[in-house]
């Protein structure tokens, strides 16, 4: 994650401050990092499978990670998780940097009774993973998100920036003033911006009420 999305990360767990966060792609945690200078009393909870296959990999190269002994690891996957997230401190936080496909990743969370969640690599290019802006193509499930979701932001870039696997989309910023002290946030002269469409939703309550109802069991 890139220095001007980390913003934008930590505007969100400003502006929601959660008490639970789960963290799904961690790395060497420089998410974690933002995400507890943002909301230090939370309780945060990583998955990555680099932590069911640390004994595989060369620690040497990896290099140093925010890894503190208060927080919790795990190597499964989101999906499998279950129990663990059925009773939780409200509000509760789900970031997704694990480059998986987000739909799947907003039924699972919604399933989980997650009613915060913060996509990044929310790109309307190519992508390792298939994003919103291809979901959105199909109207079944434009239907269904119209149905679950409640607020859907894509924060904007701080500056008007070229961003994409080869900085191919212009992407019109916020364009606040410009500060020497503000400059570690701007990736643009990078040979590849930082930026990548983080994307915050927030499910509907009636979406969350609805996992209980076992009508809406298939
Ligand atoms: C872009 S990196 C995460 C960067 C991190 N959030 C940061 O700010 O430094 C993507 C991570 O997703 C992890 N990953 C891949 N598949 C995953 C999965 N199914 N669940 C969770 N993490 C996964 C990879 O191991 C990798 O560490």
């Not at 963290?23 to 943002?38: I, N």
């Not at 069911?52 to 998780?81: Q, T, V």
């Not at 480059?99 to 913060?118: E, N």
């Not at 193509?137 to 924060?155: S, T, Y």
Request: with cysteine.
């Amino acid at each position: 994650m890139a220095p001007d999305t980390a913003f934008c990360l930590y505007y969100w767990v400003r502006e929601l401050s959660p008490k639970f966060i789960v963290e799904s792609g961690t790395w060497r945690g420089f998410s974690t990092w933002v995400m507890r200078q943002a909301a230090p009393e939370a309780k945060i909870v990583s998955l990555d499978p680099i932590f069911a296959l640390g004994h595989c990999l060369d620690s040497a190269k990896i290099g140093p990670g925010y890894w503190p002994a208060d927080l919790e690891r795990a190597g499964m996957d989101f999906s499998c998780c279950g129990f663990e997230f059925m009773v939780k401190p409200e509000p509760s936080l789900v970031l997704f940097d694990d480059h998986q496909h987000k739909i799947h990743r907003l039924q699972q969370a919604i399933q989980k009774g997650f009613q915060h969640i913060v996509f990044d690599d929310n790109l309307p290019g190519e992508a390792t993973h298939l994003t919103f802006f291809r979901y959105l193509r199909d109207p079944a499930i434009k239907e269904w998100m119209e149905q679950v979701v409640d607020r859907f932001e894509i924060f904007p870039p701080l500056w008007d920036t070229q961003a994409g696997r080869s900085n191919e989309i212009f992407v019109p910023g916020l364009n606040i003033p410009r500060d020497p002290e503000l400059a570690c946030l701007d990736t643009t002269a990078q040979p590849r911006s930082g930026y990548t469409w983080l994307t915050y939703v927030r499910v509907k309550d009636s979406a969350l009420a609805a996992r209980h109802d076992p009508a809406t069991v298939t």
